[in-house]
Structures are given as C-alpha cells and as structure tokens.
Nanobody
Framework: QVQLAESGGGLVQAGGSLRLSCAAS????????MGWYRQAPGKQRELVAT???????NYADSVKGRFTISRDSAKNTVYLQMSSLKPEDTAVYYC???????????????WGQGTLVTVSE
C-alpha cells in the first residue's frame, strides 16, 4: 500500500500565505515526478505545479511568481509554498506522485485525498 497524506490547508485572507505538505508512505522504492493539482467548485481539476526527481519544476501561468514547489526526497515529501494568495486560488488541492514500489516494477500514479484552501476577500 502507498498513501499520500496532505496537510496545511485552511482559511487565509487575500494576500496571505500557506504552505502545503504531502508525505508519501508505504512500500516505496523510488518516487519520480510529484505535483500539486487543484479543483475549484464547478471546475475541472487543473495542474498547479510539478517537480521532477532531480528538481526541475513546472508551474501553471496563474501561479508563476507566487507559488513555489519543492521536495525532500529523504522524507518522500513535496511542498507547495503559496504566497500572495487570491480568492481565485480557492480550491481543493491534491498532490500526485509517480511511484515505483519495487525494483524493476512499473511506476504508478497515486493521489492524495485533498486539502481545502479557502482565500477570503
């Protein structure tokens, strides 16, 4: 079994900051890409940011310059530092990880359960 546990969501005023964390646990040989996605009410899930195993990052245009993704490979954890938050950032944020569970086994993607971020005016 592999589990992704997110934390750090909550209510914040516009202009404020939050830091999300997502820790992977279970039988894990290696983790390739990790990322954050979000889904606002009535909208489709969208990519926020991704990070490769060697630290290359990619961001949605809407969060560039405000959000920073990072990872601690020793802890199997990915972070999302969110600053200058806007009401339109309100959504459930999900982490995703591409995980290889054993040597020479294929990789699979796993999702966390989501954490709610609410940005008030």
């Amino acid at each position: 079994q592999v589990q992704l546990a997110e934390s750090g969501g909550g209510l914040v005023q516009a202009g404020g900051s939050l830091r999300l964390s997502c820790a992977a646990s279970g039988t894990i040989f290696s983790i390739n890409n990790m990322g954050w996605y979000r889904q606002a009410p009535g909208k489709q899930r969208e990519l926020v940011a991704t990070i490769t195993s060697v630290g290359n990052t990619n961001y949605a245009d809407s969060v560039k310059g405000r959000f920073t993704i990072s990872r601690d490979s020793a802890k199997n954890t990915v972070y999302l530092q969110m600053s200058s938050l806007k009401p339109e950032d309100t959504a459930v944020y999900y982490c995703k990880a591409i995980i290889v569970r054993w040597v020479d086994s294929p990789q699979f993607q796993y999702w966390g359960q989501g954490t709610l971020v609410t940005v008030s005016e």
